[in-house]
């Protein structure tokens, strides 16, 4: 039977701690998955703990590439070789819980539904470190916009694709291996951006995204993280991004994302952005007004989970 579920694993260098990783996924209480490890050409013991794993459970598949494709497309390998509907990324150096597909599977089936994610737990060991993306309330869909307002305005919902299940389709159709000119080479050597366009680009297809406001993934934070070894720089990708996304499908939102971002890191980075992404006819903020006026109508929005039309 073709698995319901492809949970993706890219590697590189995680030999003590692929292990737990690959036993948080096969002891989901949904069996009728598959796990799909690509080694990015591991240098250490990775592949000799990959080939234990699968002799012991025909449901990870595991692949070795001939040299390093850099993490992005070790990615996209992953989703070549998924065969499930939906599926679901966990790097190889976070957990997830027993139940996390038991949990989200109802939502992605939903009408609507581009993806679910759920609240997570980052820090240096599992059971003892901060939750984020929990938000207040019951399990339920969001109204349309809702999770982009969040990247906007900086709340904590995620950007990585571990902390969410998707359609398959979509993780093909909208992973970026290149991008705008003047980031697409970090973009492919950090990750950071592919990923948060992930979840952007599966909302605005479907509309929706589900919550659920359980712990079920914990992402490790250690020096070899690139998230935690190049913090400002992955911030930075992030914006750039965020504003490529809105430059393409929300022009006029952009304008007040810009004024936000020289709010809080002037003007030089506002150009920066905007040389970077090739965005000439990008709206220049000039003065607070505007970007007061759609901060507070835009927080209300947020808080209350109902979209608000920008203005024209």
Same mark, same amino acid.
């Given at each position: 039977?073709?698995?319901?579920?492809?949970?993706?694993?890219?590697?590189?260098?995680?030999?003590?701690?692929?292990?737990?990783?690959?036993?948080?996924?096969?002891?989901?209480?949904? =069996?009728?998955?598959?796990?799909?490890?690509?080694?990015?050409?591991?240098?250490?013991?990775?592949?000799?703990?990959?080939?234990?794993?699968?002799?012991?459970?025909?449901?990870?598949?595991?692949?070795?590439?001939?040299?390093?494709?850099?993490?992005?497309?070790?990615?996209?390998?992953?989703?070549e070789?998924?065969?499930?509907?939906y599926?679901?990324?966990?790097?190889?150096?976070?957990?997830?819980?027993?139940?996390?597909?038991?949990?989200?599977?109802?939502f992605?089936?939903?009408?609507?539904?581009?993806?679910?994610?759920?609240?997570?737990?980052?820090?240096?060991?599992?059971?003892?470190?901060?939750?984020?993306?929990?938000?207040?309330?019951?399990?339920?869909?969001?109204?349309?916009?809702?999770?982009?307002?969040?990247?906007?305005?900086?709340?904590?919902?995620? !950007?990585?694709?571990?902390?969410?299940?998707?359609?398959?389709?979509?993780?093909?159709?909208?992973?970026?291996?290149?991008?705008?000119?003047?980031?697409?080479?970090?973009?492919?050597?950090?990750?950071?951006?592919?990923?948060?366009?992930?979840?952007? =680009?599966?909302?605005?297809?479907?509309?929706?995204?589900?919550?659920?406001?359980?712990?079920?993934?914990?992402?490790?934070?250690?020096?070899?993280?690139?998230?935690?070894?190049?913090?400002?720089a !992955?911030?930075?990708?992030?914006?750039?991004?965020?504003?490529?996304?809105?430059?393409?499908?929300?022009?006029?939102?952009?304008?007040?994302?810009?004024?936000?971002?020289?709010?809080?890191?002037?003007?030089?980075?506002?150009?920066?952005?905007?040389?970077?992404?090739?965005?000439?006819?990008?709206?220049?903020?000039?003065?607070?007004?505007?970007?007061m006026?759609?901060i507070?109508?835009?927080?209300?929005?947020?808080?209350?989970?109902?979209?608000?039309?920008?203005?024209?």
């Amino acid at each position: 039977m073709d698995p319901k579920v492809s949970i993706l694993v890219p590697v590189y260098n995680r030999e003590n701690l692929i292990g737990p990783c690959l036993e948080s996924a096969l002891t989901q209480t949904v =069996e009728d998955i598959e796990v799909v490890a690509c080694d990015n050409c591991s240098t250490d013991g990775t592949w000799d703990v990959l080939e234990d794993y699968a002799a012991r459970d025909p449901r990870l598949r595991i692949l070795r590439n001939t040299h390093n494709l850099g993490p992005v497309r070790n990615w996209a390998r992953c989703i070549e070789e998924a065969r499930a509907p939906y599926a679901k990324f966990l790097f190889s150096d976070d957990l997830m819980a027993q139940s996390y597909l038991e949990r989200t599977m109802p939502f992605i089936a939903l009408p609507g539904v581009g993806l679910v994610f759920t609240a997570s737990e980052i820090g240096e060991e599992p059971g003892n470190s901060p939750v984020h993306f929990s938000f207040a309330g019951t399990p339920g869909v969001w109204e349309p916009g809702r999770f982009l307002l969040g990247h906007v305005f900086a709340y904590d919902v995620p !950007v990585s694709p571990s902390a969410a299940l998707f359609h398959t389709g979509d993780l093909r159709d909208h992973l970026v291996t290149n991008g705008p000119a003047g980031v697409a080479p970090e973009f492919l050597r950090t990750g950071a951006g592919p990923d948060v366009l992930l979840f952007l =680009e599966s909302e605005h297809r479907w509309g929706r995204v589900a919550h659920v406001p359980e712990n079920l993934v914990f992402f490790r934070a250690h020096p070899g993280s690139i998230s935690i070894r190049e913090n400002e720089a !992955v911030a930075s990708l992030y914006r750039r991004a965020i504003a490529w996304f809105l430059a393409r499908n929300h022009p006029t939102l952009l304008h007040c994302y810009l004024s936000g971002i020289r709010w809080q890191m002037g003007m030089a980075e506002i150009l920066k952005i905007i040389d970077d992404l090739g965005l000439s006819s990008a709206p220049v903020p000039h003065g607070m007004g505007y970007m007061m006026d759609m901060i507070h109508r835009r927080r209300r929005s947020f808080h209350r989970g109902k979209s608000v039309q920008p203005y024209a």
